[in-house]
């Protein structure tokens, strides 16, 4: 499981796998696959959490490291981290099943 990226796995997965293992693979795939969504689900969130607090820390930290740093360009450092952030919880919402719908606007003509 840590080839296909997941870092932990709950001991119950670990068990209903050691269990399911003589079991046709795509029933036991079908019995794994809502804890393993769970568990992805929680990661994203997780990141996204992660990502929040950094972001909110780089705010505060922006303008002692732009006194150090006079050739760098602070929107690109918000902007990225942002961009991070809105994507985990974009992610976090299609796999929960709530998908995101992005809108675009425009301004009429008269």
Same mark, same amino acid.
């Given at each position: 499981?840590?080839?296909?990226? *997941?870092?932990?796995?709950?001991? !119950?997965v670990?068990i209903?796998l050691k269990?399911?293992?003589?079991?046709d693979?795509?029933e036991a795939?079908?019995k794994?696959?809502p804890?393993?969504?769970? !568990?992805?689900?929680?990661q994203?969130?997780?990141?996204?959490?992660?990502?929040?607090r950094?972001?909110? *820390?780089?705010?505060?930290?922006l303008?002692?490291?732009?006194e150090?740093?006079?050739?760098?360009?602070?929107?690109?450092?918000?902007r990225?981290?942002?961009q991070?952030?809105?994507?985990?919880?974009?992610?976090?919402?299609?796999?929960?099943?709530?998908?995101q719908?992005?809108?675009?606007l425009?301004m009429p003509q008269?």
């Amino acid at each position: 499981m840590r080839r296909q990226g *997941y870092d932990s796995v709950s001991e !119950a997965v670990l068990i209903s796998l050691k269990h399911t293992r003589a079991q046709d693979p795509e029933e036991a795939r079908a019995k794994l696959a809502p804890q393993l969504d769970q !568990a992805i689900i929680n990661q994203n969130r997780s990141n996204a959490l992660q990502t929040a607090r950094l972001e909110q *820390y780089v705010l505060e930290s922006l303008p002692s490291y732009m006194e150090r740093n006079p050739n760098a360009d602070p929107s690109t450092i918000v902007r990225n981290l942002s961009q991070s952030m809105a994507q985990s919880v974009e992610k976090t919402a299609m796999l929960e099943g709530k998908p995101q719908k992005t809108v675009a606007l425009t301004m009429p003509q008269f």
